[in-house]
C-alpha cells in the first residue's frame, strides 16, 4: 500500500497515478483522512495496483519458503481478476503434502496475508510445477466419466469429498454437459458433490 496527499480526491489520484506509472482505472484506492478549512484543504489517500499486490505475493511466497530453507523460484501472472503464482522446487512432494494438503494450507496462508496488506479479497492461487494443473485435468476428466454414467443410468452419483477448487471443476464439466445437474452437500472438508439426472 502506498500513500498519497493532495488539495482534493482528483489531484491526489492523479498524483498517484502519475507516480505509479498507471491509469486512474487501475487504481484502488480508499480516502483514510480529509481536511477542509477555509484557508486549507487536504485529501490524503492509502491505495494499490494489482501489480503491486502480485509483486507482494511472490515476494511473501519466496521469503516464507526461503525461511523454511527450501529453494524456490516463481513466477506470476493474473487472469480474470485472480493472480496466479507458479512455485518451482526441486522439494515439490514435501511442499505439495498428500493429496495436495500443504499447498491448500500455503494458499490459505498466503491468501490471508495479501487480504491483510490490502484490506480487500483478492483471489489468489498458488501452484507447485503444475501440479494443480495436472490435478485439474484429472478432475475434470473424472467429471466427464461420471456424467455420462449419470447420463447412460439416470441414477444420481454422490462423490467423495473434494477440496472448493476441484469440486469448482466438477460443476464447470458437468454445467456443459446435457440433461446433468450438480449441487454440494456437506459441511467443511466433508462437503462433497452430487450428480443428478434431469429430464
Do not use: W
Amino acid at each position: 500500500m502506498k500513500t498519497y496527499e493532495g488539495k482534493n480526491e482528483e489531484e491526489v489520484v492523479s498524483l498517484a497515478c502519475q507516480d505509479l506509472g498507471i491509469t486512474p482505472d487501475e487504481l484502488t484506492y480508499e480516502i483514510i483522512e480529509e481536511k477542509k478549512t477555509l484557508f486549507h484543504k487536504k485529501v490524503v489517500i492509502e491505495c494499490y495496483h494489482q501489480g503491486m499486490v502480485q509483486e507482494y505475493l511472490e515476494d511473501f511466497v519466496r521469503r516464507t519458503l526461503t525461511n523454511m530453507e527450501f529453494e524456490v523460484e516463481t513466477i506470476s501472472y493474473i487472469q480474470d481478476g485472480r493472480i496466479y503464482v507458479n512455485i518451482n522446487t526441486d522439494n515439490n512432494s514435501i511442499l505439495i503434502g498428500k493429496n495436495g494438503v500443504i499447498l491448500r494450507a500455503l494458499n490459505f496462508i498466503a491468501k490471508n496475508a495479501v487480504q491483510n496488506e490490502f484490506k480487500k479479497r483478492i483471489e489468489i492461487s498458488l501452484d507447485i510445477n503444475g501440479y494443480k494443473e495436472n490435478r485439474y485435468k484429472k478432475v475434470a476428466g473424472m467429471a466427464k466419466r461420471f456424467g455420462k454414467q449419470v447420463q447412460r443410468t439416470k441414477v444420481d452419483m454422490k462423490l467423495d469429498p473434494l477440496p472448493a477448487d476441484e469440486r469448482k471443476v466438477i460443476h464447470q464439466v458437468i454445467a456443459t454437459m446435457d440433461h446433468l445437474k450438480t449441487e454440494s452437500k456437506g459441511e467443511g472438508r466433508n462437503r462433497y458433490i452430487i450428480i443428478s439426472y434431469v429430464k
